[in-house]
């Protein structure tokens, strides 16, 4: 498992099938149950998905928005982006080309439409700014 | 008089490069072993092959390859093989004295006046004939038979052989991925070639075959075409150049976009299909270019062993060779 931050970013095996969903339940479970959770699910491996594992997704989201958190998938490979465009849920999902970009994509402002030569300062309003539109 | 020899070819890049064949036979492009034995709207490229060579008259057609059946019932793999009956059946009808056997290898959908490129290789005096279209040469030679004789290896002598050279003008399709064969089904729906859907067109570009039941509250919007014994469920959409072949169900509230569902195939509850071919448990999805095997039977299966499905083919070929043969 690797974190970034506060966000943390997690692999998804090549099969997505009853036995290996239990598997990584088992794994994302405490993950879930924590405050805020900030995940990134990496499907770059996947081969194969069954309905588990398109259900284990969906569980994980509803849980982790319970909970005032976000997930998000990055580098989907083509066969998970086939399933989930064929069982209706691609869209459900914010997702991103790499995991980088989506653990980025948590930070309310990116970091490049900060201007370089701007006041120390500026970083904090902007921050407010947005949480005050997030509001 | 004339006969002809039908190859299935199940790729046509297998014989030119042995080895590329190898390689690929586990590929995109050699699935469902030949697309050319794969149904479009009601009935497969090398069956509509075989029976406008049968309208135009000629007077045998031998369709050997993949769906050949062995003395044990099973089918024949090898295409090789198919060559080496391909030459046996040459000297067949050298022996019934015929003067041209067409021989072409349906790994590409080829329509053309046979009569009219039987005519020009007699015009052209040579023993062998090649056709060619605006895309280069194509697997498609008149031979005269008792002035051209290979031993074993008929693809490579015909292929070393100078020959004269026959233009097509008709439609040609190389059917060399399910790429070309979504081109060749919606090339059916535009009238772009003479093909015609095995059903019966109800509204503007709607084919629905017999034995087909829809449900009330599904909606198929033309252009499309339900094959034989279809079962489409409550709120299902069938649109955009979609094809349900043969015995295939549709579950409820499922969606099918420019796609193609072979026969007896399950397509599960409220699924969105798009862009692809499916083949019981088989999405070969063009958008993503990805094939993908679901193992899950509540998503798709296959509603009948496939090998009926071959079975089914090789009988109508059969009866299509028997008839042919019995106005020699």
């Known amino acids: 498992m690797l974190t970034s931050g506060p966000v943390v970013i997690m692999q998804l095996p090549e099969e997505l099938n009853v036995t290996e969903v239990h598997n990584f339940m088992q794994e994302i479970g405490p993950l879930l149950e924590s405050n805020r959770p900030r995940i990134v699910l990496e499907c770059s491996q996947i081969r194969s998905m069954e309905s588990a594992g398109v259900e284990m997704l969906l569980r994980c989201l509803e849980e982790v ?10 580098a989907l490979s083509p066969q998970a982006e086939v399933i989930l465009e064929l069982m ?18 948590f930070n309310a402002i990116p970091a490049d439409a900060i201007p370089q030569d701007a006041p120390w300062y500026s970083t904090i309003f902007g921050d407010l700014g947005a949480l005050k539109q997030a509001s | 008089m004339a006969g002809a020899i039908v190859i299935a070819g199940s790729d046509p890049q297998v014989s030119e490069h042995h080895i590329q064949a190898k390689t690929t036979s586990a590929g995109w492009d050699c699935w469902r072993s030949g697309i050319a034995s794969t149904p479009a709207l009601g009935c497969s490229p090398l069956v509509r092959t075989a029976e406008s060579m049968k ?16 003395e044990k019932g099973g089918l024949l793999p090898s295409e090789e093989t198919a060559w080496l009956l391909a030459a046996k059946e040459l ?18 959908y080829i329509e053309c006046e046979w009569q009219a490129l039987l005519e020009q290789h007699r015009n052209f005096g040579q023993a062998v004939s090649r056709a060619f279209d605006s895309q280069g ?18 693809l490579m002598t015909l292929r070393v052989t100078q020959a004269a050279e026959c233009a097509v003008k008709g439609y040609v399709n190389r059917l060399t991925g399910a790429r070309d064969f979504r081109r060749l089904v919606t090339d059916i729906f535009s009238f772009r070639c003479q093909v015609r859907p095995q059903a019966t067109e109800v509204r503007p570009g709607l084919w629905l075959a017999e034995g ?13 075409y339900i094959g034989y014994g279809v079962k489409i469920a409550d709120d299902c959409l069938i649109t955009r150049c979609s094809t349900v072949e043969t015995n295939s169900y549709i579950d409820f509230g499922t969606a099918i976009e420019d796609s193609s569902v072979l026969p007896d195939t399950y397509v599960g509850i409220g699924l969105d299909l798009s862009h692809s071919v499916v083949d019981g448990g088989e999405i070969l999805n063009l958008h993503h270019e990805v094939r993908l095997r679901i193992s899950d039977p509540v998503v798709m ?5 496939g090998a009926q499905q071959d079975r089914q083919m090789v009988a109508e070929m059969k009866e299509l060779a028997l ?6």
């Open chain 2, 323 to 328: 008839s042919s043969t019995e106005k020699r």
């Open chain 2, 137 to 154: 040469l194509l697997d498609l030679w008149v031979v005269d038979p008792r002035r051209f004789y290979a031993e074993e290896d008929l």
């Open chain 2, 55 to 70: 309208r135009a008259g000629l007077t045998g057609i031998s369709i050997l390859g993949t769906t050949t059946v062995s």
């Open chain 2, 212 to 224: 087909t039941q829809i449900a009330r509250s599904a909606r198929v919007v033309a252009p499309a």
């Open chain 2, 301 to 305: 299966r296959r509603l009948s062993p």
């Open chain 1, 88 to 105: 209706r849920v691609a869209r459900v999902f914010e997702s991103f080309p790499t995991s980088d970009e989506a653990a980025r994509s």
């Open chain 1, 65 to 74: 928005l319970k909970r005032d958190g976000d997930l998000k998938l990055a």
């Open chain 2, 91 to 108: 000297k067949a009808f050298q022996e019934k004295n015929l003067d041209a056997v067409v021989i072409t290898r349906t790994g590409h």
